[in-house]
């Protein structure tokens, strides 16, 4: 595919090894403003940890990262937080002891900009933010439907209803960019159905672009403009659903006939 | 027993109290004196709190099996546990300061200095003497300004200064004492401290070389301060001692080679459960007492006879009739009895307030003869208190170990007292700047 | 009476982030206040204040200054009596040297004191876990218990060691006296409690349990680990230390640095395992029950068992039963007191329909 | 010179016995993942049972098979009673567990054997003698040689026999170990019961020293440094971590001491684990645990 106009997200030559075994092997791919980005491949293909380069939970050995024309070898977790990029982790990572609508909140952290000791005396912006926050994170939850269960601890939740707290929890931060590690695995037809409809719409309504790992070829091919196939740590493939689909390198991997 | 039932009364008024958080309305009181206990019968100390309240509840016991109390007045007491821990033993005071159905309390005996420091500005504003026998507060022998304050016997200055006489006696007078080494092993809490500047006073003016070695609380840990005393190699060795840290100083002494009779426990270092579980390392060492151990002295063979033979004694242990804290709890609950019978003597055979017995405290005097009658000579040392004086004895015995039990090797050992007043009374006086006291003229006690 | 609270909906956010949504319970509370301040203090004796509610109110600050640092905020700790010791040690001394320094503002400077404190044995949290930092808040206990009986110039030299209380006096109004102490202790614990509670529920509060439940998690929202940790120690010590010194002055008069050891910050923490780790209301559950717990006991047994049961052998019991108590309630009830008081009322508001929620 | 060794091995021997306080928590983490805070009531307990029996006139060797059933017995209570309700908590749980347990047992020992204070005499005399200019004494070597053997025992136990061989796999993955059919509870009451039982030889050398009485549930203390430094999964680590600690406090109290005013013997070995554990958080021994994200 030919190079984006204007990517926000730009991956060059990034290489990724943990003690000496290679995980991701100079992988570069563009990500535009607004689209959806499927990252397929089989198990152990390093397409998590692709995720975790871009939003700096990992290191890369070598290549860069630039987000939103900004270039960086080394980029924190809250620095990626900061610019922009808000994620869901393939098992889940929500804060267990907490209320849903307590764990949505903490995804507004970045938004609030009271110091502890207006929030303490309750003055100052302390009181109204938390309101907008609190206004905003219901907002989130309306959309995503998980009102009934606001006040129940996460831990209690199904699985299923876990999936879209976190990803409530990673839209209250108003990201740019969205990484969603498997939004779907596990999930039954049904589930697999609303949870895609809930990725496209916030695409749409809030112009989120999205970058998301994802297995069933059906609801990638479904969901994204544009597809990454790895395999290996190797990039096999990058194009539109059709290219990739008609690639025969893909078709191998996925076949699992040798090369 | 009636006084078990008192108790029981006592305690589910003391529930009332607790359920109306309201003071009990102190209905007539029946012809009794009541002596609130803190005891501490479990945890690290247990050992002296238990001999020491079992000796006095015996004393108290024997008064009243005797006599029938002091003068008609019966004796009754109950106990609360304070595991020696302060704000146990402030809970305690709190609890029973009000007295027992009517009996109006006479004096608190906690064993504990802290205790004794957290209840002292109580026991002033309740009027209720505070009695710190052989420890405590050393500036509170200064009655004028701690009229409520009892530090009996013997105040840790004297302690110390008395041990140096010894020492001195031992190398042939005080002038001998110039560059001898002395080693002090204290505690390491304010109670091991509180010596350390009278003893350095001490070295200054016979000049003698002093070392002061401290020994982290709880003290089961002693090598390298041991070490560090064979190699200064001293003469003696004073022994600021507290629980487990007495025997195994001892243990330690005898595994880097160091005498055992070149080392003197203080007041606190004195007992059979401080030596014994050192086993042999203790044979020989030395320790001051102000009052032998032993059953021979008339007033205990009563405790026996009216006491332990009728099963009301109050020790689980009967070997422990006699020892050193037991005998300390008898030589207390006399001095608390005496005290309670001068001030009946001045204010009537009746239940006496605090303040009364406060009195009786402040005018106690025990002469041989006085000793002779209530059977306590030679176990209790004669002593005189006033006003400005709360302390009234000041010296002490020395006895040492021999294996199995303690044997006295000295007769009654006087502390420098006049050169210690003008150090207390320079620490008093601030107490009373600081706290906006204006000391009693002493002039006009009477 | 219970089911006259149906039919309150909060109609905005503002009224749902009360911290009491029913007005039954605002106005419970205001009561509860009210008699704090009148009925209690006119009938109350001098035991029931000095030996009850001052040493209630005065752990249950204790116990939220722990349950921000340890139950919120998940950084387990054995050291908060070093912390008190430090406010405690502070106060006095900017009280003694500073001369005509207002009572409060020593109170408040002892608090500040203790924060560097719990700042330098804090930072180890951001490189160990779990009860590795035990190591670090034990090394805080022993220590500053060491400095103290060390360094004489902290106890203004008193060959005892020991620090006894300044005179407790307010814009010339004296609180020496129990009652007085109590109502200055009240005074005090009550708004630094509501603080506590404006915190928790706030952004702040959230990140500390999020940093709790899973701190990666935690940074990839972008939450500043290190910060969010630091804070919750330095306030937790703020508090930890005004606890202290209303602990020597308000409620013993006197204490040496022994008063502060590691006994006093197990009893600490085993208040909030018992009234509630992660909760605010919890520490006052779990703070009355090590109070009342002992008393109750001893009375009791004195009242009814007294000649089979001696002192000492009911001390042990007592130990044994405490020690129990923490086993079960980590088994049974790891949120303790304050959580079953809340199923409590739940089901008071189902009542009568018994199986509500 | 010569006064630096004798504090060195001064400081050494006394690790030894550190050593021995730090095995039983070893053995219990290795198999259990708990950080068992009541091993220090635990040698209470042995000793004071042991001490008592003696008292009452039973002779030795019955009286330590006695203790070292009352032991087991109560490891057997704790993993009924507490261990086997407490699985798959966090290790923080299960620590604050083992405190309320330190106070059950800790009131237990006194309610059932009273507060006093006991001496125990092992018969091993515990005075000088000078070996190449060196001070030692008997009951050093006697402590250091028990500490020796029961390493050796212990490593045994857990390299050779069939036991051992399970209760590693308990202690590398106790899922597995329950697939492949190993009962947990056992393997736990099993180690709970060795840990008893060096406990109670631990009990019997200090006991020797200090006397049997309450302090002795103190030396817990001292321990948790021991494992900062030898790592909390590896007996060579509690050794060698308590000669550490040991010899260090020891020269640290001589030396540096006297410049801090004495005493710091308490707080030192803690700070020396700290700087330990910024340095090297697995401690000397111990694996590195591995964080997944």
């Given at each position: 595919?030919?190079?984006?106009?204007?990517?926000?997200?730009?991956?060059?030559?990034?290489?990724?090894?943990?003690?000496?075994?290679?995980?991701?092997?100079?992988?570069?791919?563009?990500?535009?403003?607004?689209?959806?980005?499927?990252?397929?491949?089989?198990?152990?293909?390093?397409?998590?940890?692709?995720?975790?380069?871009?939003?700096?939970?990992?290191?890369?050995?070598?290549?860069?990262?630039?987000?939103?024309?900004?270039?960086?070898?080394?980029?924190?977790?809250?620095?990626?937080?900061?610019?922009?990029?808000?994620?869901?982790?393939?098992?889940?990572?929500?804060?267990?002891?907490?209320?849903?609508?307590?764990?949505?909140?903490?995804?507004?952290?970045?938004?609030?900009?009271?110091?502890?000791?207006?929030?303490?005396?309750?003055?100052?912006?302390?009181?109204?933010?938390?309101?907008?926050?609190?206004?905003?994170?219901?907002?989130?939850?309306?959309?995503?439907?998980?009102?009934?269960?606001?006040?129940?601890?996460?831990?209690?939740?199904?699985?299923?209803?876990?999936?879209?707290?976190?990803?409530?929890?990673?839209?209250?931060?108003?990201?740019?960019?969205?990484?969603?590690?498997?939004?779907?695995?596990?999930?039954?037809?049904?589930?697999?159905?609303?949870?895609?409809?809930?990725?496209?719409?916030?695409?749409?309504?809030?112009?989120?672009?999205?970058?998301?790992?994802?297995?069933?070829?059906?609801?990638?091919?479904?969901?994204?403009?544009?597809?990454?196939?790895?395999?290996?740590?190797?990039?096999?493939?990058?194009?539109?659903?059709?290219?990739?689909?008609?690639?025969?390198?893909?078709?191998?991997?996925?076949?699992?006939?040798?090369? | 027993?009636?006084?078990?039932?008192?108790?029981?009364?006592?305690?589910?008024?003391?529930?009332?109290?607790?359920?109306?958080?309201?003071?009990?309305?102190?209905?007539?009181?029946?012809?009794?004196?009541?002596?609130?206990?803190?005891?501490y019968r479990v945890g690290p100390y247990a050992?002296?709190g238990t001999?020491?309240?079992?000796?006095?509840?015996?004393?108290?016991?024997?008064?009243?099996?005797?006599?029938?109390?002091?003068?008609?007045?019966?004796?009754?007491?109950?106990?609360?546990e304070t595991e020696y821990v302060?704000?146990k033993?402030?809970?305690?005071?709190?609890?029973?300061?009000?007295?027992?159905?009517?009996?109006?309390?006479?004096?608190?005996?906690?064993?504990?200095?802290?205790?004794?420091?957290?209840?002292?500005?109580?026991?002033?504003?309740?009027?209720?003497?505070?009695?710190?026998?052989?420890?405590?507060?050393?500036?509170?022998?200064?009655?004028?300004?701690?009229?409520?304050?009892?530090?009996?016997?013997?105040?840790?200055?004297?302690?110390?200064?008395?041990?140096?006489?010894?020492?001195?006696?031992?190398?042939?007078?005080?002038?001998?004492?110039?560059?001898?080494?002395?080693?002090?092993?204290?505690?390491?809490?304010?109670?091991?401290?509180?010596?350390?500047?009278?003893?350095?006073?001490?070295?200054?003016?016979?000049?003698?070389?002093?070392?002061?070695?401290?020994?982290?609380?709880?003290?089961?840990?002693?090598?390298?301060?041991?070490?560090?005393?064979?190699?200064?190699?001293?003469?003696?060795?004073?022994?600021?001692?507290?629980?487990?840290?007495?025997?195994?100083?001892?243990?330690?002494?005898?595994?880097?080679?160091?005498?055992?009779?070149?080392?003197?426990?203080?007041?606190?270092?004195?007992?059979?459960?401080?030596?014994?579980?050192?086993?042999?390392?203790?044979?020989?060492?030395?320790?001051?007492?102000?009052?032998?151990?032993?059953?021979?002295?008339?007033?205990?063979?009563?405790?026996?006879?009216?006491?332990?033979?009728?099963?009301?004694?109050?020790?689980?242990?009967?070997?422990?009739?006699?020892?050193?804290?037991?005998?300390?709890?008898?030589?207390?609950?006399?001095?608390?009895?005496?005290?309670?019978?001068?001030?009946?003597?001045?204010?009537?055979?009746?239940?006496?307030?605090?303040?009364?017995?406060?009195?009786?405290?402040?005018?106690?005097?025990?002469?041989?003869?006085?000793?002779?009658?209530?059977?306590?000579?030679?176990?209790?040392?004669?002593?005189?208190?006033?006003?400005?004086?709360?302390?009234?004895?000041?010296?002490?015995?020395?006895?040492?170990?021999?294996?199995?039990?303690?044997?006295?090797?000295?007769?009654?050992?006087?502390?420098?007292?006049?050169?210690?007043?003008?150090?207390?009374?320079?620490?008093?006086?601030?107490?009373?700047?600081?706290?906006?006291?204006?000391?009693?003229?002493?002039?006009?006690?009477? | 009476?219970?089911?006259?609270?149906?039919?309150?909906?909060?109609?905005?956010?503002?009224?749902?982030?009360?911290?009491?949504?029913?007005?039954?319970?605002?106005?419970?509370?205001?009561?509860?206040?009210?008699?704090?301040?009148?009925?209690?203090?006119?009938?109350?004796?001098?035991?029931?204040?000095?030996?009850?509610?001052?040493?209630?109110?005065?752990?249950?600050?204790?116990?939220?200054?722990?349950?921000?640092?340890?139950?919120?905020?998940?950084?387990?700790?054995?050291?908060?009596?070093?912390?008190?010791?430090?406010?405690?040690?502070?106060?006095?001394?900017?009280?003694?040297?500073?001369?005509?320094?207002?009572?409060?503002?020593?109170?408040?400077?002892?608090?500040?004191?203790?924060?560097?404190?719990?700042?330098?044995?804090?930072?180890?949290?951001?490189?160990?876990?779990?009860?590795?930092?035990?190591?670090?808040?034990?090394?805080?206990?022993?220590?500053?218990?060491?400095?103290?009986?060390?360094?004489?110039?902290?106890?203004?030299?008193?060959?005892?060691?020991?620090?006894?209380?300044?005179?407790?006096?307010?814009?010339?109004?004296?609180?020496?006296?129990?009652?007085?102490?109590?109502?200055?202790?009240?005074?005090?614990?009550?708004?630094?409690?509501?603080?506590?509670?404006?915190?928790?529920?706030?952004?702040?509060?959230?990140?500390?349990?999020?940093?709790?439940?899973?701190?990666?998690?935690?940074?990839?929202?972008?939450?500043?680990?290190?910060?969010?940790?630091?804070?919750?120690?330095?306030?937790?010590?703020?508090?930890?230390?005004?606890?202290?010194?209303?602990?020597?002055?308000?409620?013993?008069?006197?204490?040496?640095?022994?008063?502060?050891?590691l006994n006093?910050?197990f009893q600490?923490?085993f208040?909030?395992?018992i009234?509630?780790?992660?909760?605010?209301?919890?520490?006052?559950?779990?703070?009355?029950?090590i109070?009342?717990l002992p008393?109750?006991l001893s009375?009791?047994s004195?009242?009814?068992?007294?000649?089979?049961i001696q002192a000492g052998q009911l001390e042990n019991l007592q130990k044994i039963l405490f020690g129990c108590l923490i086993i079960v309630f980590?088994?049974?009830?790891?949120?303790?007191?304050?959580?079953?008081?809340?199923?409590?009322?739940?089901?008071?508001?189902?009542?009568?329909?018994?199986?509500?929620? | 010179?010569?006064?630096?060794?004798?504090?060195?091995?001064?400081?050494?021997?006394?690790?030894?016995?550190?050593?021995?306080?730090?095995?039983?928590?070893?053995?219990?983490?290795?198999?259990?993942?708990?950080?068992?805070f009541a091993q220090g009531s635990m040698v209470l307990f042995a000793a004071l049972t042991?001490?008592s029996?003696?008292?009452?006139?039973?002779?030795?060797?019955?009286?330590?098979?006695?203790?070292?059933?009352v032991m087991?017995l109560l490891?057997?209570l704790i993993?009924?009673l507490v261990?086997?309700?407490?699985?798959?908590?966090?290790?923080?749980?299960?620590?604050m567990a083992t405190l309320g347990l330190s106070y059950v047992i800790e009131g237990g020992a006194q309610a059932l054997w009273g507060a006093q204070?006991?001496?125990?005499?092992?018969?091993?005399?515990?005075?000088?003698?000078?070996?190449?200019?060196?001070?030692?004494?008997?009951?050093?070597?006697?402590?250091?040689?028990?500490?020796?053997?029961?390493?050796?025992?212990?490593?045994?136990?857990?390299?050779?026999?069939?036991?051992?061989?399970?209760?590693?796999?308990?202690?590398?993955?106790?899922?597995?170990?329950?697939?492949?059919?190993?009962?947990?509870?056992?393997?736990?009451?099993?180690?709970?019961?060795?840990?008893?039982?060096?406990g109670?030889?631990?009990?019997?050398?200090?006991?020797?020293?200090?006397?049997v009485q309450f302090s002795l549930s103190l030396?817990v203390?001292?321990?948790?440094?021991?494992?900062?430094?030898?790592?909390?999964?590896?007996?060579?680590?509690?050794?060698?971590?308590?000669?550490?600690?040991?010899?260090?406090?020891?020269?640290?109290?001589?030396?540096?001491?006297?410049?801090?005013?004495?005493?710091?013997?308490?707080?030192?070995?803690?700070?020396?684990?700290?700087?330990?554990?910024?340095?090297?958080?697995?401690?000397?021994?111990?694996?590195?645990?591995?964080?997944?994200?």
């Open positions: 595919m030919t190079s984006i106009p204007r990517p926000l997200l730009r991956l060059e030559h990034i290489s990724l090894s943990f003690k000496g075994v290679k995980a991701i092997t100079d992988i570069g791919f563009e990500v535009a403003e607004g689209e959806i980005c499927a990252l397929i491949g089989p198990n152990g293909a390093g397409k998590s940890a692709l995720l975790n380069v871009i939003n700096g939970v990992y290191q890369p050995q070598q290549g860069q990262v630039s987000f939103d024309g900004e270039v960086r070898r080394h980029m924190q977790p809250h620095h990626a937080a900061r610019r922009g990029i808000a994620r869901t982790f393939q098992n889940i990572a929500l804060f267990k002891g907490m209320s849903v609508l307590d764990n949505v909140l903490t995804g507004r952290t970045l938004k609030t900009h009271s110091s502890w000791i207006e929030q303490a005396l309750r003055i100052g912006r302390a009181a109204a933010q938390e309101t907008r926050q609190r206004e905003y994170a219901e907002k989130v939850i309306e959309f995503l439907r998980i009102q009934p269960w606001r006040n129940t601890l996460v831990g209690q939740l199904p699985y299923g209803l876990q999936k879209r707290v976190e990803l409530a929890r990673a839209l209250a931060a108003e990201p740019r960019l969205l990484l969603l590690d498997e939004p779907m695995a596990g999930m039954n037809q049904q589930e697999k159905h609303e949870m895609s409809q809930f990725i496209l719409d916030t695409n749409r309504e809030f112009g989120t672009t999205v970058v998301l790992i994802e297995h069933d070829i059906g609801v990638v091919m479904g969901l994204s403009h544009h597809v990454v196939v790895l395999d290996y740590g190797k990039k096999i493939a990058d194009g539109s659903p059709d290219e990739v689909r008609c690639n025969p390198e893909v078709i191998t991997a996925y076949l699992g006939t040798k090369h | 027993m009636f006084y078990h039932g008192l108790k029981k009364r006592g305690a589910v008024a003391l529930g009332l109290i607790l359920a109306l958080g309201a003071a009990l309305p102190a209905h007539a009181a029946a012809n009794q004196q009541y002596f609130p206990l803190q005891s050992a002296g001999g020491f309240f079992g000796g006095f509840i015996d004393y108290m016991q024997y008064v009243n099996l005797k006599d029938g109390g002091v003068n008609g007045v019966k004796l009754v007491w109950s106990e609360c302060v704000e033993g402030v809970e305690c005071y709190e609890r029973l300061k009000k007295g027992l159905n009517g009996a109006p309390a006479a004096a608190t005996n906690p064993l504990s200095v802290g205790i004794a420091y957290a209840t002292l500005e109580r026991s002033t504003a309740d009027k209720l003497p505070l009695i710190t026998i052989n420890h405590g507060r050393t500036d509170s022998t200064d009655g004028s300004v701690f009229p409520y304050v009892f530090p009996l016997q013997l105040n840790p200055y004297s302690e110390v200064s008395a041990i140096i006489n010894y020492i001195g006696q031992q190398s042939g007078g005080l002038d001998k004492l110039k560059g001898k080494k002395i080693v002090t092993l204290y505690h390491g809490s304010p109670y091991g401290k509180e010596t350390s500047p009278i003893l350095s006073l001490l070295a200054k003016k016979y000049g003698f070389q002093l070392t002061l070695i401290e020994v982290p609380h709880p003290g089961n840990e002693q090598q390298s301060q041991w070490l560090t005393i064979r190699q200064i190699h001293p003469d003696w060795v004073i022994l600021r001692g507290w629980g487990v840290m007495t025997p195994v100083a001892l243990k330690t002494a005898q595994k880097t080679g160091f005498p055992a009779n070149h080392i003197i426990g203080n007041i606190w270092s004195n007992s059979e459960d401080d030596v014994i579980p050192a086993g042999s390392a203790a044979k020989g060492y030395i320790s001051i007492t102000t009052h032998p151990s032993g059953t021979q002295f008339p007033v205990l063979q009563g405790i026996k006879k009216y006491v332990i033979d009728s099963g009301k004694g109050n020790l689980a242990d009967p070997k422990r009739f006699g020892n050193v804290y037991y005998n300390l709890g008898v030589v207390n609950g006399i001095l608390n009895v005496e005290a309670v019978r001068l001030a009946q003597a001045r204010f009537g055979h009746k239940p006496l307030s605090g303040e009364q017995v406060r009195w009786g405290f402040e005018h106690l005097k025990f002469d041989d003869q006085r000793l002779k009658q209530v059977g306590a000579y030679g176990l209790l040392q004669p002593l005189k208190l006033s006003c400005s004086d709360h302390e009234g004895g000041g010296s002490v015995r020395f006895q040492q170990w021999d294996g199995s039990k303690w044997k006295v090797i000295s007769a009654w050992v006087q502390a420098d007292r006049a050169l210690l007043r003008p150090i207390i009374e320079a620490s008093s006086h601030q107490y009373a700047k600081e706290h906006g006291i204006t000391p009693r003229d002493c002039a006009k006690e009477s | 009476m219970f089911y006259l609270e149906s039919g309150q909906f909060s109609t905005s956010y503002r009224q749902d982030q009360r911290i009491f949504r029913l007005w039954q319970a605002r106005l419970a509370l205001v009561l509860l206040l009210a008699a704090a301040y009148t009925v209690v203090p006119w009938l109350g004796s001098d035991y029931l204040f000095s030996a009850i509610l001052i040493p209630f109110l005065v752990l249950s600050l204790a116990g939220v200054g722990l349950n921000l640092l340890t139950g919120y905020a998940g950084q387990l700790s054995l050291g908060s009596a070093a912390f008190m010791a430090v406010g405690a040690f502070a106060t006095y001394n900017f009280l003694l040297r500073l001369p005509g320094l207002p009572l409060l503002d020593g109170f408040l400077l002892g608090g500040l004191s203790a924060v560097p404190v719990g700042l330098v044995f804090g930072l180890p949290s951001l490189r160990i876990k779990g009860f590795y930092l035990l190591v670090s808040t034990l090394a805080a206990q022993f220590f500053i218990e060491w400095l103290f009986t060390q360094v004489p110039w902290f106890a203004n030299n008193s060959s005892s060691g020991v620090i006894s209380a300044p005179a407790l006096v307010i814009l010339g109004h004296h609180f020496n006296t129990p009652r007085g102490s109590y109502l200055l202790t009240l005074s005090i614990v009550l708004p630094l409690v509501l603080l506590a509670k404006n915190l928790v529920r706030g952004q702040l509060g959230r990140n500390w349990m999020a940093v709790r439940d899973m701190d990666t998690a935690a940074a990839v929202i972008g939450i500043p680990i290190t910060r969010t940790k630091l804070l919750a120690f330095a306030i937790s010590s703020f508090l930890l230390g005004i606890a202290g010194a209303l602990w020597a002055f308000t409620y013993l008069g006197t204490v040496e640095p022994h008063g502060f050891d006093l910050s600490i923490l208040i909030i395992i009234g509630g780790m992660g909760s605010i209301l919890g520490n006052f559950l779990g703070a009355a029950f109070v009342l008393i109750l009375i009791i004195s009242a009814w068992l007294g000649d089979w980590l088994i049974k009830e790891p949120e303790g007191l304050a959580k079953l008081w809340n199923t409590l009322r739940a089901r008071a508001h189902g009542w009568p329909l018994s199986y509500w929620n | 010179m010569s006064f630096f060794f004798e504090v060195l091995l001064g400081g050494v021997l006394s690790g030894v016995m550190y050593s021995l306080i730090a095995i039983g928590f070893v053995l219990i983490y290795k198999a259990s993942g708990v950080f068992n042991f001490v029996l003696l008292e009452r006139h039973v002779p030795f060797w019955l009286a330590f098979v006695a203790t070292l059933l087991l490891a057997l993993e009924r261990l086997r309700h407490l699985l798959h908590r966090s290790p923080m749980t299960l620590f204070v006991h001496g125990l005499d092992l018969g091993i005399a515990d005075e000088p003698f000078t070996l190449a200019g060196l001070m030692l004494s008997q009951f050093d070597l006697f402590a250091a040689a028990i500490a020796l053997s029961l390493v050796i025992v212990l490593s045994l136990l857990f390299n050779r026999t069939r036991v051992g061989l399970s209760l590693r796999a308990v202690a590398d993955d106790p899922l597995a170990a329950l697939a492949i059919g190993i009962r947990l509870q056992r393997m736990w009451v099993l180690v709970w019961a060795v840990a008893g039982f060096v109670l030889v631990a009990g019997l050398l200090w006991g020797a020293r200090l006397g030396i203390l001292k321990a948790l440094p021991v494992l900062i430094i030898g790592g909390f999964t590896s007996i060579a680590g509690a050794i060698v971590g308590g000669l550490i600690i040991g010899a260090s406090e020891k020269l640290a109290e001589v030396y540096v001491g006297p410049i801090l005013g004495g005493g710091i013997e308490n707080w030192f070995p803690y700070v020396l684990a700290l700087l330990f554990l910024l340095i090297r958080p697995a401690g000397l021994f111990g694996e590195a645990a591995i964080e997944r994200v």
